[in-house]
DNA sequence: GTCAATCTGATTGACGTACCTCAAAAAATC
DNA sequence: GATTTTTTGAGGTACGTCAATCAGATTGAC
């Protein structure tokens, strides 16, 4: 025999096939006592709906939209590659998948682009976006109207989102710092930070976590005040330039944004003969390069396919509500080294 | 307008929905010309088969086994915990997976484990097992048989497998290198490399790997020839004693495999003032807690939920003949530490 | 006991595809 | 040109569910 279906249960619970469909669609017109002779017989006979052939019956659509930030970067490149292949995969399962691009930090723009989405023609929004309280009205509009909302990359916490997809950014922090840390030839140490804002909560977290860490691991170690580059590689270079001048004995540089193209160039010609520690994060082509050929010691990232698929399924989930399979959604903090490559 | 279906096809070049059928399902009776008339209509208009509705109308069913080592050992453990999981939420979509468990290291049970599985059953098979002559047999027949087989965790590459699913055991044992080298708080060091027999081919590769890295990477570094434990403890504690009455500039322990309970009980008395780093593979619950007692400095690792869920997709996948997304299918060799404990 | 409101049953037609049959048309063979 | 073979068409049923209708039954209020 095989799985039971509405008609199995409708004969053991002694109503009719219209009745069951009811209780199983939450429509009204029917007796709590009858639901609970539906619900037993369900539980008993241990019924799972065939949510594929639901789908086709109602012919469901899962439209779902994904604000990303437009402007250049390599990291925000490498998930809109993964999203261009999440869209033509799933296009199967009836499941379309647009793409809002917005200018980044500016939080105007995000909100109206959010506020354009046409509310009745959306089951859900995936959104990358720094939390400001523009976007926090877009999103509690998006929410009120049943819209599904998950935070990308970079968690919205105070917002109505209905789900975070991504890492958690001070253990990233604490991981970059204990590679760094362990990477040093010497026990006594300095570590220039280096900030270029991304996603401002991020690098914020990431900072903490760095500091937290290495204070606890390696007090002797010395972490300077993060200095930043806002991506000009002009800028950046002198920075840098003025930093090892000013710190002769750095010997660790922790970038903590995504944007490093400026900053490796920038340090290359730092390097003297001592050994310099590099860690970053994000695993974009320029760092899986850096990585190759020494230039960068670890990356802190992220599976930008799984971040991706999973935005998709949670949203897919939080629309039929279904429970969500938490070890499977959990994002992990990758470390990368030449030798693990991916 | 929706998505195309079968009838549009018809319409457009002009022939009956039966020869549509006859063409998108490869059977017989159906002209050169005509099929090419149709295929062309397919892919003018971009039609892509509802697999679901395809399932639904075929009352098709996955049924899937999963062949896996019965013996203790946490990391099958593990991946027999992660199965339970995607076994269970895998119910709804028409996918039902059997656990068939064989006494480890014995590959004549095993063979006769995969002949006993009914053919006719049965659509794929997930097998982790060493790979011996029996074994490659028993896969042989399955393969001819029109089963799908994928290796899982230990490769089977000599054999008629579709697939394997599982990580890169000379990368992972290169990155179990360079984390012990760069671990190590002086360039000089002895290092203690510990095999607990599992999987043969596993351990003979991590430990290539690990020679391999070493002796490029961190040539100060003397590896010392392996010890094995042969899952005894107490046999275990008398090698680790003996190892390190022998070298007493033992300063780090790189353990093959993934029985680590009593080497971690054989370590603990050895450790010395000295700081001794360990570095280990699979995270069980027992190299969790080391971790978190900062007995276990670093654990490489594979995601049993990514795997088990990978093995079922490719399977599915191998059924369908349908595409493999590579990226998501990849193991990652996860660097695990205290810091970014999953 | 009447009436209305509320439940329930029976039935039907989708959804997109698979698979089957039977007959008609076209092509190949002689 | 007649015969056989191959190809095609037309149509139906089924899969498990949704959605809708309409008629019938049950309930509760008065």
Same mark, same amino acid.
């Given at each position: 025999?095989?799985?039971?279906t ?16 009811r209780?199983?669609n939450a429509?009204p017109?029917?007796r709590e006592k009858?639901?609970a002779?539906?619900?037993a ?6 019924y799972?709906?065939d949510?594929?052939?639901a789908?086709?019956? &109602?012919?469901?659509?899962?439209r779902?939209?994904?604000v990303?930030p437009?402007g250049?970067g ?5 998930i809109?590659?993964a999203?261009?292949e999440v ?6 399962d &009836?499941?379309?998948i647009?793409? *809002? *691009? ?5 939080p105007h723009?995000?909100? &109206? ?5 046409r509310?009745?023609d959306?089951?859900g =929004? ?6 400001t309280?523009q976007v926090?009205?877009?999103i509690?509009q ?5 819209v ?9 916490p105070?917002?109505?989102?209905d789900h975070f997809?991504?890492?958690e950014?001070?253990a ?5 710092? =204990?590679?760094?840390g362990?990477?040093?030839?010497r026990?006594k140490?300095?570590v220039l =930070?280096v900030a270029s804002s ?5 690098s914020i977290e990431r900072r903490?976590?760095f500091?937290?860490?290495m204070?606890?691991?390696f ?12 991506d000009d590689p002009e800028?950046?270079?002198?920075v ?5 001048r000013t710190?002769?004995?750095i ?6 944004g995504?944007?490093n193209?400026?900053? *490796?160039?920038a340090?290359?010609p ?8 590099? =860690?970053?994060?994000?695993l ?5 390069q850096?990585l190759v ?8 990232t992220?599976?930008?396919g799984h971040?991706v ?22 994002i992990?903090?990758?470390?990368? *080294?030449r030798?693990?490559?991916?």
């Open positions: 025999m095989g799985k039971p509405v008609r199995d249960i409708a004969r053991t619970a002694g109503v009719s096939l219209a009745t069951v469909d209780v199983l429509r017109g029917v009858t639901i002779r539906v619900q017989a369900i539980t008993s006979l241990g799972v709906r949510l594929s052939a789908n086709l019956a &109602r012919k469901r659509q899962y779902f939209v994904f990303l437009e250049p390599q990291f925000v490149d490498t809109r590659e999203l261009r869209t033509a995969s799933s296009h199967s &009836r499941i379309s647009n793409t *809002l *691009l917005v200018p980044s930090h500016d723009a995000t909100a &109206r682009a959010i506020h354009r989405i509310l009745s959306v089951e =929004v995936a959104i990358m976006a720094p939390e309280p926090r009205d877009a509690t998006l929410h009120d109207a049943g599904a909302v998950v935070a990308l990359v970079s968690d919205l105070s917002t109505k989102r997809v991504g890492i950014n001070r990233a922090g604490r991981t970059a710092a =204990v590679l760094m362990r990477f040093q030839a026990q140490a300095e =930070v991304m996603l401002a909560r991020d903490l976590g500091d937290a860490a204070q606890e691991t007090p002797d170690i010395h972490v300077l005040p993060s200095v930043e580059g806002h800028r950046m270079a002198d840098i330039a003025a930093a090892f710190h002769p004995g010997s660790g540089v922790y970038s903590l995504s944007g193209q400026a900053l *490796l160039d340090i290359r730092q390097r003297s003969g001592g050994s310099l520690v590099v =860690v970053g994060h994000e974009t082509p320029r760092m899986r850096a050929d020494g230039e960068v010691d670890a990356v802190i992220q599976n930008v971040l698929r999973s935005a998709v399924r949670v949203l897919k989930a939080k629309c039929d509500d279904a429970e969500i399979v938490e070890s499977q959604e959990r992990r903090i990758d470390i990368v *080294l030798e693990n490559l991916p």
